[in-house]
T-cell receptor, first 112, second 110 residues
Framework: DAEITQSPRHKITETGRQVTLACHQTWNHNNMFWYRQDLGHGLRLIHYSYGVQDTNKGEVSDGYSVSRSNTEDLPLTLESAASSQTSVYFCASSKKTNTEAFFGQGTRLTVV | GESVGLHLPTLSVQEGDNSIINCAYS??????FIWYKQESGKGPQFIID???NMDKRQGQRVTVLLNKTVKHLSLQIAATQPGDSAVYFC?????????WGAGTKLIIKP
């Protein structure tokens, strides 16, 4: 069955380190998204991509970057991790706009 | 597992009763709306969607109502079951991006 997977599920890192979270989908979806979810908030969009070599900034993109070298993967990089980036991160994909998105299980990142 | 907000609006419903979860959206130009369910430790899961040219859409045990005049969206769950216990998010699509609400926690009383 097609799926979307995130790794790692849990990560603890130190302030200032570079961290990369992986997202891999097997639906062959064009659209991929990264969100963060904090206590008491809904999901906030970090970056998104509508296809290979396409990346766009979302609402809370500062301190994050993504790259889309193939259809299946959209890794999220924290250039220099900060305590404010402690959060749960969700990756999602969709076939096109105005259709449902499928979410991964999430990555809990703690920056100490 | 991954946790969601501890200070969310909460709706407590008796098992077997109907649940109504409400959501206000912000952009009158939004043309697509979607409801997601998030269980503890899991990613959001699609429930039902509706486009702006409709005011009602039904699924299995769920109905979404859209009132564009007051920018209001609601999710009705019929005969609520223990498995419906989760946080429910509405989202609107605006400028090709989904804008999410803060969520409502649904608690089922036995």
């Amino acid at each position: 069955d097609a799926e979307i997977t995130q790794s790692p599920r849990h990560k603890i890192t130190e302030t200032g380190r570079q961290v990369t979270l992986a997202c891999h989908q097997t639906w062959n979806h064009n659209n991929m998204f990264w969100y963060r979810q904090d206590l008491g908030h809904g999901l906030r969009l970090i970056h998104y991509s509508y296809g290979v070599q396409d990346t766009n900034k979302g609402e809370v993109s500062d301190g994050y970057s993504v790259s889309r070298s193939n259809t299946e993967d959209l890794p999220l990089t924290l250039e220099s991790a900060a305590s404010s980036q402690t959060s749960v991160y969700f990756c999602a994909s969709s076939k096109k706009t105005n259709t449902e998105a499928f979410f991964g299980q999430g990555t809990r990142l703690t920056v100490v | 597992g991954e946790s969601v907000g501890l200070h969310l609006p909460t709706l407590s419903v008796q098992e077997g009763d109907n649940s109504i979860i409400n959501c206000a959206y912000s952009n009158s130009a939004s043309d697509y709306f979607i409801w997601y369910k998030q269980e503890s430790g899991k990613g959001p899961q699609f429930i039902i969607d509706i486009r702006s040219n409709m005011d009602k859409r039904q699924g299995q045990r769920v109905t979404v109502l859209l009132n564009k005049t007051v920018k209001h969206l609601s999710l009705q769950i019929a005969a609520t079951q223990p498995g419906d216990s989760a946080v429910y998010f509405c989202a609107e699509e605006s400028n090709y991006q989904l804008i999410w609400g803060a969520g409502t926690k649904l608690i089922i009383k036995p």
